[in-house]
């Protein structure tokens, strides 16, 4: 539990420093091209096409297992994209934003080990509206 609690408070890794701009850079991208409105599924294909373009590796739909005491759910989650085996993005397009959205990362960041996860929600007028940051 200590570990874990010391893990909580370090520092991103230089990857992940690096990365996170490039995100953010690529949903305003993609914002100001298309602009609100569109299917998740655009967003998604936009995005993946920027990472690809900028030669950053990626999963997206990735399944991932999630295990409770003996029993193991089978494909348990579905992240949207996975940044280089490092950042989990989750995509949206809708009005309203909602507050599960950011306690979905959360759960996606704690039963992964990942630190840095991003709800981006394409649905906003302005895109730094709809850009929720979590890191553990």
């Known amino acids: 539990m200590e570990q874990r609690i010391a893990q909580l408070h370090q ?3 230089d990857k992940e420093k690096q990365l996170a701009p490039q995100i953010i850079d690529i949903a305003i991208t993609i914002h100001k091209s298309l602009g609100p ?25 990735q399944c991932v297992d999630i295990f409770y005491d003996d029993l193991v759910i089978g494909d348990g989650l579905r992240i949207d ?3 280089d085996d490092l950042v989990i993005i989750e995509l949206k397009a809708q009005e309203n934003p909602h507050p599960v959205w950011e306690a979905q990362l959360l759960s996606y960041l704690k ?26």
């Open 11 to 13: 520092p991103l890794s």
């Open 37 to 61: 409105g569109l299917l998740e599924s655009v967003y998604e294909k936009c995005f993946c096409y920027e990472l690809k373009k900028r030669r950053i590796t990626y999963m997206k739909q």
């Open 81 to 83: 994209i996975l940044v």
């Open 111 to 136: 039963l992964t080990g990942k630190r840095l996860g991003y709800v981006l929600n394409f649905h906003m007028p302005l895109m730094k509206d709809g850009i929720k940051r979590i890191i553990l």
